[in-house]
């Protein structure tokens, strides 16, 4: 094994966080139906500390999907409809004079919040798009000279509509690179949807949601994240992965470091979300096509720009690459 990971963890201590971990998927699972491995995903990315993006059309249940996190954690959730007319200050916050004092206050925008639903995010301009970068990518925002940390957990949760153009802005390579994992609702088989009608019936099941986490307890799970084990040839294999995406005849730009750093992470988060306190190659695979997709630029535009060729190309070079024993 790697001598510079840290030590694994005891299987008492992976009991113990399994038992907060199965809380927080049963409680969301309760109102997102049918959609087990978008829940397993999304947890993967909120005890990594990275952003999700779900592209997919309306009412497949993005929206939901990010009120159940919030919901089943004890801790603030602001929703930001992005609009053309939105401005950065609108998401950051800005100073407001105050007459009996004679100063400025600061008065936080909705950034300042642990889970944050960016709703229809393409639909905004890009330079209110980037209001969300150093946020995103640093946990911590600068306003007028003065830098503000943002207290953790902090998961941002966008979504876009893919199919429709008009009124819209594509968000920029930079600005995709900041979301861990890009995420499809898709529809809910015909078994499921029918227990989503039946639960609707009498008003918004996730209005009844309560927490079964708090953030200090998420924080930990974080924390576990980290120190989780990831041997060489698990890292060797993950390279051999993002290379391939810089060889390829299809694609013009390859995954970047940050990009196998961000699976990386992503792998040791999905390993503990199975009870495991080491990386297996199963994590990698899984996560391939959600962590990379994103950050790969194809030769024609349609790649540049569709989830499923980049999803496709994805697909081919993992099954391409010789998994270690």
Not at 40 to 45: D, E, M, T
Not at 220 to 249: C, F, K, N, P, W
Request: overall charge negative.
């Amino acid at each position: 094994m790697n001598s510079s990971e840290t030590a694994e963890l005891s299987p008492p201590t992976v009991d113990a966080l399994m038992v907060m971990l199965n809380r927080l998927l049963d409680n969301i699972g309760t109102v997102v139906l049918g959609k087990p491995e978008v829940i397993r995903l999304a947890v993967v990315a909120l005890l990594a500390e990275g952003h999700i993006l779900i592209e997919d059309v309306p009412g497949v249940g993005k929206t939901l999907l990010a009120r159940a996190i919030a919901a089943s954690i004890d801790c603030s959730f602001r929703r930001i409809q992005f609009t053309p007319d939105l401005l950065p200050s609108d998401i950051l916050g800005s100073s407001i004079y105050n007459a009996g004092t004679g100063e400025f206050v600061f008065k936080p925008g909705p950034i300042f919040a642990h889970i944050i639903l960016a709703d229809e995010i393409n639909r905004t301009t890009p330079r209110t798009q980037s209001a969300l970068l150093e946020a995103m990518g640093d946990r911590q925002v600068s306003i007028e000279g003065k830098t503000f940390v943002l207290d953790a957990p902090f998961l941002v949760l966008a979504t876009q509509n893919p199919y429709e153009f008009e009124g819209t802005y594509v968000l920029p390579e930079s600005q995709l690179d900041r979301f861990m994992l890009r995420l499809k609702m898709g529809y809910p088989i015909r078994s499921e949807e029918r227990k989503v009608l039946t639960s609707h019936r009498t008003g918004e099941p996730v209005e009844q949601l309560k927490p079964v986490l708090t953030g200090d307890e998420v924080v930990q799970l974080q924390h576990a994240v980290r120190q989780v084990r990831v041997d060489d040839s698990i890292a060797d294999y993950l390279l051999d992965i993002v290379h391939a995406t810089r060889q390829g005849e299809d694609l013009n730009v390859g995954v970047s470091t940050r990009g196998a750093l961000t699976l990386y992470r992503a792998a040791q988060s999905h390993a503990l979300v199975d009870g495991r306190s080491y990386v297996v190659p199963d994590d990698i695979k899984s996560l391939a096509i959600p962590v990379l997709s994103h950050r790969v630029v194809g030769k024609s535009f349609l790649q540049a720009g569709e989830f499923g060729a980049a999803e496709a190309i994805i697909r081919d070079i993992v099954d391409r690459i010789r998994v270690p024993s």
